[in-house]
């Protein structure tokens, strides 16, 4: 007898039904942890403090700044850029934050896959392929400023959250 898609579902069914699948709240409690998380990471690095995220340096026009209002999507094509930056920086001060950069990025595509908001993938920014000029002109600033940048975007990051973002 053949039995087919349907009977080989039937037979999955009762170990289907144990798995419970992951508060959101959960998820969002992650989310804002992780966030705190590269924060403390980014302040650990001593050199940071000393330019303002609002302060504008020519050159680095690339680099996001502030935005008010985040969306889902708008965090995660933020978070998308700075992690394109911080791997092209061959600092080891940067490693572990972009790394923690790629999680939060996960954990901001399971907010909106439970909100069935679709996230268009983050497309690369066209400025950055001349970020190897940039890079080799004043790699220091460069990492101070996107940085700072990135800290302030995630503290608004951490705000919105709070208040539930739309797609």
């Not at 009762?14 to 302040?43: C, F, G, H, M, W």
């Not at 400025?127 to 990492?143: D, F, H, N, P």
Request: net charge neutral; proline share 5%.
């Amino acid at each position: 007898m053949r039995c087919g898609p349907l009977c080989r579902f039937l037979w999955l069914w009762p170990y289907l039904s144990y798995i419970e699948a992951v508060p959101i709240r959960k998820v969002q409690d992650d989310t804002k942890t992780l966030i705190r998380t590269i924060v403390t990471r980014i302040n650990d690095i001593s050199h940071t403090q000393s330019v303002s995220s609002k302060q504008r340096v020519t050159g680095l026009d690339f680099i996001p700044g502030l935005t008010p209002v985040l969306s889902l999507s708008k965090m995660d094509q933020t978070l998308a850029i700075y992690q394109q930056i911080l791997t092209s920086l061959p600092s080891r001060n940067v490693i572990q934050i972009s790394n923690d950069l790629e999680n939060l990025r996960d954990l901001l595509h399971l907010l909106a896959s439970s909100k069935s908001c679709p996230l268009p993938q983050a497309r690369a920014l066209e400025t950055l392929e001349s970020l190897g000029g940039v890079l080799e002109a004043s790699l220091y600033s460069t990492e101070v400023v996107a940085l700072s940048r990135l800290q302030g975007s995630l503290q608004d990051m951490l705000r919105q959250l709070d208040l539930s973002p739309g797609c």
